[in-house]
């Protein structure tokens, strides 16, 4: 069973039920940790990790790419999809005006909207595919592909929490 090394997320183990409510809650929970320390958010804990602030731009990104990939997958067959390009999208200061409760917000509306999107999949959607390049290339149903998003809020609120909680 493939499992993130860092996290331990195992996709395969992800219900397609629990993934919209898993969405929604990590990102609340992320939106809330911003928000109670609005101060140290913006703040890297050391140059090697992206902020609190970016982490959450990042999670929003992530749902609202993932989103568009699963309605091509949805309309298309066996799509490829262009890459989010996460980290560039840290390292040219794409995020560089988001700020806590902007964040926050945008968080947890993102979150609400993939989880209505998932909601409303039809029946056997979640066993079409596309092309995913994380973590490792490979053709990947809707469902793990809605599990990698699961995976991307769950993982990064580990980094937000870690950030703000264990050593803010």
Known sequence: MERCEVCGFAWDAIVPDEIAPGVQNSTRAIADLLVDHEARAPVRASPDRWSPVEYGCHVRDVLLNVRDRIVLALVEDDPTPHPMFGTPRVDLGLYSRDVPGLTARDLVAAGDLFGRTLECLPEGAGRRTMFYGWPRAATRPIDWVAAQA?????????????????YG
């Open 150 to 166: 699961l995976h991307e809020c769950r993982h990064h609120l580990d980094d937000v929490r870690s950030d703000l909680v264990d």
